[in-house]
C-alpha cells in the first residue's frame, strides 16, 4: 500500500500547519491591533477637535480617494487638473487593491470608504503572519513575535489603517519571502504577480524571487532539475511587466505608464533629489513630517547596513535592497518615503533580534515609547499634515 499523503491528508495538514501559524503569532497578533486601535482613536480624537470627519481623513483622502474611484468606475474616469494646466491621471495607480475593494462591495454593500478600510485591515492582519512566519522560520517564535510589533510600531505604521495598499503589499511579498523560504517556488511565483500588480514597488518581490532562484540553481545542483525553480522567476514579474504594458497601451506610448509618472512628478533619478531636500531641510524650515521622513530615511540606511552584516538570506536583501533604491532613487514626495518603506519589513530584523534578546522590562519600556510615538505622530500625519501620510 502507497505510502504518499492523500490529498484529504495534505488539506488537513496545511490546515493544522495554519491554526499553528494563529496560535503562535496570536501576542503579537494581540500587541498590534491594540497599537493600531488606539492610533485609530487617536485619530478620531484629533479629527473632532480640529473640526474634520476622521473616516474621510484615513479612507477618503489623498491616494485612497483614487482607489476608491477605479474600484467604483474603472480607469480613465478620474483625472485632476491643477493650475498650471497640468492633468493628472488614474493610470499611476496599480490595479489589485481597487480591484479587491470591487469584489468586496459585490459583497458587502457598506459604502466604498468602508470597504477600502475592511480591505485594507485585513490585508494588514494577514501582513503581519507573513512577517511572523518569516521571523519565526529564520530566528524563533520570539524573533518572529517581536517583528510584527515593531512593524505595527512604526512612527508612519497609521498608515497599516487606513484605506491605502502597503498592507496588501506588504501580505504578499511577506508571504512570497516565506514561500521562497520554504522552497515553494511556484507559491513564491503566484504571490509575486499579485506583489507586482498592487505597487509600482511590488517589482522588488520579483527581484527577491529571482534572485533566490538563481543562487538555488547555482548552489544546489538538484534544483536545476525541478521545473518549478526555473518557472518562479519567469511567472514573477508578471503582474508588474502586465500593468506597466497596459498602462501603456491605454496611454498611447510603450512608455506611457512612466509618462504619467513624470507628470506626477515622479521619476526615478538615482538618488539626486532626495539629496537636494536633505540639504534643503538642513538649510530651511519645513513641515514636522518632512523632517521626520528625512529622519526615518537616515535610520532606514543604518538598519539595512545592520542587516547586511546580520547576513539574512539573499532573497530578503535583494527585495529589501529593491525597495531601498526605489525610495531613495525617486523624485518628489519626500515626506511619503517613509511609507513606500512600510513593506520593506526586513529593515526591522536586527532591531528584533536585540529586543527578543533583551529584559522584559527593556522590551516594555521601549514598546511603550515606540507606542505613544506611532500613535501621536500618526494622529498628526493623518489629521494635521499638510503633506500626504
Known amino acids: 500500500m502507497s505510502g504518499d499523503p492523500t490529498p484529504t491528508a495534505e488539506r488537513t495538514s496545511g490546515l493544522v500547519r495554519a491554526r499553528g501559524v494563529l496560535s503562535t503569532a496570536a501576542p503579537a497578533l494581540g500587541v498590534y491591533a491594540a497599537v493600531r486601535l488606539a492610533c485609530l482613536l487617536a485619530v478620531v ?26 474600484a467604483r468606475s474603472g480607469y480613465g474616469v478620474m483625472t485632476l487638473p491643477d493650475e498650471h494646466g497640468v492633468t493628472y491621471t ?10 479587491l475593494q470591487r469584489a468586496v462591495s459585490t459583497v458587502l454593500p457598506i459604502g466604498a470608504a468602508n470597504v477600502g478600510l475592511l480591505v485594507a485591515w485585513v490585508s494588514a492582519a494577514v501582513a ?18 517581536v517583528l510584527v510589533v515593531l512593524w505595527g510600531l512604526l512612527p508612519n505604521a497609521v498608515v497599516e489603517t487606513m484605506a491605502y495598499s502597503e498592507s496588501s ?3 504578499f511579498a511577506a508571504w512570497s519571502l516565506y514561500a521562497v523560504l520554504t522552497r515553494r517556488w511556484l507559491w513564491a511565483g503566484f504571490l509575486s504577480v499579485l506583489a507586482g500588480l498592487t505597487r509600482p514597488n511590488g517589482i522588488a518581490v520579483a527581484a527577491a524571487v529571482g534572485c533566490a532562484a ?12 525541478d521545473p518549478r525553480v526555473w518557472a518562479a522567476p519567469v511567472l514573477a514579474p508578471l503582474g508588474w511587466l502586465g500593468y506597466i504594458g ?15 509618472q513624470r507628470v506626477w512628478g515622479s521619476r526615478f533619478d538615482f538618488g539626486h533629489w532626495t539629496l537636494w531636500f536633505g540639504h534643503r531641510l538642513a538649510t530651511r524650515e519645513a513641515w514636522l513630517s518632512q523632517y521626520a521622513a528625512g529622519a526615518l530615511l537616515i535610520a532606514a540606511v543604518v538598519a539595512l547596513v545592520l542587516l ?35 513593506p520593506a519589513f526586513p529593515l526591522l530584523i536586527p532591531a528584533a533580534l536585540a529586543l527578543a534578546r533583551a529584559r522584559p522590562l527593556t522590551r516594555a519600556v521601549l514598546t511603550g515609547g515606540l507606542a505613544g510615538i506611532s500613535v501621536c505622530y500618526g494622529a498628526y500625519l493623518v489629521v494635521i499634515a499638510p503633506t500626504a501620510p
Open 45 to 70: 480624537a484629533t479629527s473632532w477637535v480640529v473640526g474634520r470627519h476622521p473616516r474621510s481623513r484615513i479612507a477618503g483622502h489623498w491616494d485612497a480617494l483614487w482607489y476608491q474611484r477605479i
Open 90 to 99: 488614474d493610470l499611476a495607480f496599480f490595479p489589485l487593491y481597487p480591484g
Open 128 to 145: 503581519c503572519l507573513g512577517i511572523f512566519a518569516v521571523g519565526a522560520h529564520l530566528y524563533g517564535r520570539r524573533v518572529g513575535i
Open 169 to 171: 503589499l506588504t501580505a
Open 214 to 225: 538563481a543562487v538555488a540553481l547555482w548552489r544546489d545542483p538538484g534544483c536545476r532539475r
Open 246 to 260: 497596459w498602462a501603456g497601451l491605454r496611454a498611447g506610448s510603450p512608455t506611457g505608464y512612466f509618462d504619467v
Open 308 to 342: 547586511v552584516l546580520d547576513r539574512p538570506p539573499f532573497a530578503l536583501l535583494a527585495y529589501t535592497g529593491v525597495l531601498m533604491a526605489i525610495a531613495l532613487g525617486g523624485s518628489n514626495y519626500f515626506a511619503s518615503r517613509p511609507r513606500f518603506l512600510l
